[in-house]
C-alpha cells in the first residue's frame, strides 16, 4: 500500500507550504521521497507568537484534560504504528521492525507523560516560625522550543513534546532537515486527537542556524531543548542562557565504553554488544562506541563477536531479515572510512568488514577492529556507524581508567557474573546511564540523559517532567 504522509509545515494550526520548498531523500537509494517547505526565520517567529497565544488556556486546562487529549494523540499514534515506521524507515534508513520499535517507544512518551501530569504534586515544607506556613506549587514554564536530530526522527521529538503538554507548555519545534516528514505525520495526528492551535508546531528549514537564532534568542520562549552533537548543543545553549536566560536541556553526543571481564557470561555479551552497537547502524548516541576486553577472554570474546557480526544481514530497511540499514547521507560514510583507514593504518586489523558495502552508496558492512589502542579515533570520538573497535585491558582499574578518559559521559555498559563489581563498577563510571549485563536500556519510565559534555538534564522518567516545570515557593504569613 502507497504510504501517504502531510509535506506541509504546520504552524497555529495551518498547514503551511512555503514559498520554497526543499527535498527529503531516503538514504537507502538516495530518491526524492518529498519536497517540505524551506522556512525561515519570520516564519519561526511566527510559530513562536502562535504557542505564546495558545500558551494561557492550554496551561490554564487541569491537567486530567490535556491528560485526556494526549490519550488520544497516543492513542491515534498507536492505532497508525505499521504508517509511522515506515515512514521512520523510508527517511531515516533504519530496519523497518527496527523503526516500528521506534514509533512505539516515542508513543510511549506521550502515554506517560499525560497520564504523569496529574501527579505534578508540590511539597508542603514543615514551617521555620509559627507564624508561617509554605508550599511549592509545580507551574509550566511557558513557550518551549525544541530541536532534534534524524536518527530517532519520532521518539526525539516526543520525548520532548511528550512532558512539554503534559506540564501545560506549548512547544514549538525544528526537527532535522533528514527526517521531517515523520514530525509532521506527529503534527497531523496532534490536529486529529485535538491539540488546540498553537499548542504543538513544526517548522521545517534547512536553515538551522536561522530557525535556532530565533529559538535561543526569542525573549517569548522561556525553555529551549536541544538533541544533537555537542559542538552545536553548546553554542545553542550558550545562546540561550546569554541572551535571555532560559531553562535548557542539552541531549547531546557519547562515547559510550562497553566492558566484557572475564567473569562475563561471554555468549550473554555478543548478544549485548551487538544490540548495543549495531542499533540503527550504529547511529545512537547511546551504541557502545568502543569495547573494552579483559585480557583473558580478549581471543575468545573476539572470535565470537566478529562470527555474529559477520552474519548481520545488510540492506533497505524495507527489506525482510536486514538487520543493518543505510548511515544517514555520504558525509556520514566518508567519516566512518576515514577512522576505520586510520585504525588499520596504525595497527588495527579488521576481524570482519573493515570496508563499504555493495548494497549502495550509504551502506557500510558491520565492522570488527582488533588490536585498537586508547589514542585512535575510533576510541576518541564517536563512531556513528557499524565499527566495533576492541580494546585489550588487565584489571578493573585499568577499564574504568579507560572508560572514563573521555569528555563525554552519556551510557556505559559491562558484564560480568561477580555482584561487587557490578555495583563497584557501576559507581565508579563516569556516565549517566549504566547498564549492567544488557545492551539495550531505553524507555519511557527512565530518567535519560547524561554528565560531562554529554549534556543537561534528564529525558523521560519523573525527572523528565521536572525538566518542563516550575517549582514556586509560596509563603503564606500573618498567623497568629
Ligand atoms: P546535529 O548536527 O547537532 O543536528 C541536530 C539538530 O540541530 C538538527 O535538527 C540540526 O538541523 C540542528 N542544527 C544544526 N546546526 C544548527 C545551528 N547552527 N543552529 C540550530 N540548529 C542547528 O546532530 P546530528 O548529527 O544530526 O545528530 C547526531 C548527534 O546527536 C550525535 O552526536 C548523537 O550522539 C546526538 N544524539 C544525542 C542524543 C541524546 O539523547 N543524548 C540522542 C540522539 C542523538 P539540520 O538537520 O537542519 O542541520
Request: net charge neutral; hydrophobic share 45%; glycine share 10%.
Amino acid at each position: 500500500m502507497a504510504l501517504s504522509f502531510r509535506t506541509d509545515a504546520y504552524i497555529d494550526g495551518r498547514w503551511r507550504q512555503g514559498a520554497r520548498r526543499f527535498q527529503v531523500y531516503n538514504p537507502a537509494t538516495q530518491d526524492v521521497i518529498a519536497e517540505v517547505p524551506d522556512l525561515g526565520a519570520t516564519e519561526t517567529e511566527e510559530a513562536v507568537a502562535a504557542a505564546h497565544a495558545a500558551f494561557p488556556a492550554w496551561a490554564a486546562k487541569p491537567a486530567k484534560e490535556r491528560a485526556a487529549i494526549m490519550r488520544a494523540w497516543f492513542d491515534l499514534m498507536i492505532a497508525d504504528l505499521d504508517r509511522l515506521g515506515r515512514l521512520i524507515s523510508l527517511e531515516g534508513g533504519k530496519p523497518i521492525a527496527e523503526a516500528k520499535g521506534e514509533a512505539a517507544y516515542g508513543a510511549a512518551f506521550v502515554e506517560w507523560f499525560g497520564e504523569e501530569a496529574k501527579r505534578a504534586y508540590g511539597r508542603t515544607i514543615p514551617t521555620t516560625t509559627a507564624t508561617r506556613r509554605y508550599v511549592t506549587i509545580k507551574q509550566p514554564i511557558g513557550v518551549c522550543a525544541a530541536i532534534t536530530p534524524w536518527n530517532f526522527p519520532m521518539a526525539m521529538i516526543t520525548r520532548k513534546a511528550g512532558p512539554a503538554l503534559a506540564a501545560g507548555n506549548t512547544i514549538v519545534l525544528k526537527p532535522p532537515h533528514q527526517t521531517p516528514l515523520t514530525a509532521l505525520a506527529l503534527a497531523e495526528l496532534a490536529e486529529k486527537a485535538g491539540v488546540p492551535k498553537g499548542v504543538f508546531n513544526v517548522v521545517t528549514t534547512t536553515d538551522a542556524a536561522a530557525a535556532g537564532k530565533v529559538l535561543c534568542e526569542s525573549p517569548l520562549v522561556r525553555k529551549f531543548s536541544f538533541t544533537g552533537s555537542t559542538a552545536i548543543g553548546k553554542k545553542l545553549g550558550a545562546a540561550c542562557v546569554g541572551s535571555t536566560v532560559k531553562r535548557i536541556s542539552l541531549e547531546l553526543g557519547g562515547n559510550a565504553p562497553l566492558l566484557i571481564f572475564a567473569d562475563a557470561d561471554l555468549d550473554l555479551a555478543v548478544k549485548g554488544a551487538i544490540a548495543s552497537k549495531f542499533r540503527n547502524a550504529g547511529q545512537t548516541c547511546v551504541c557502545a562506541n568502543r569495547i573494552l576486553v579483559e585480557d583473558a577472554v580478549y581471543d575468545a570474546f573476539s572470535q565470537k563477536l566478529a562470527d555474529a557480526v559477520s552474519k548481520l544481514k545488510v540492506g533497505p530497511g524495507d527489506q525482510a531479515g536486514v538487520d543493518i540499514g543505510p548511515l544517514i547521507d555520504g558525509k556520514a560514510i566518508e567519516k566512518v572510512e576515514r577512522m576505520v583507514a586510520e585504525a588499520l593504518a596504525a595497527g588495527a586489523t579488521a576481524l570482519t568488514g573493515g570496508t563499504k558495502h555493495p548494497a549502495g552508496a550509504q551502506f557500510y558492512t558491520p565492522t570488527v577492529l582488533a588490536n585498537v589502542t586508547r589514542d585512535m579515533r575510533v576510541n576518541t570520538e564517536e563512531i556513528f556507524g557499524p565499527v566495533a573497535p576492541l580494546i585489550r585491558f588487565k584489571s578493573e582499574d585499568e577499564a574504568v581508567s579507560i572508560a572514563n578518559s573521555t569528555e563525554f559521559g552519556l551510557a556505559a555498559y559491562f558484564f560480568t557474573k561477580d555482584v561487587n563489581r557490578a555495583w563497584r563498577v557501576a559507581e565508579r563510571i563516569e556516565a549517566g546511564m549504566v547498564s549492567v549485563n544488557d545492551g539495550i536500556f531505553s524507555n519511557e519510565v527512565i530518567p535519560f540523559g547524561g554528565i560531562k559534555e554529554s549534556g543537561l538534564g534528564r529525558e523521560g522518567g519523573v525527572e523528565g517532567l521536572e525538566e518542563y516545570m516550575e517549582t514556586k515557593f509560596v509563603n503564606f504569613g500573618g498567623f497568629a
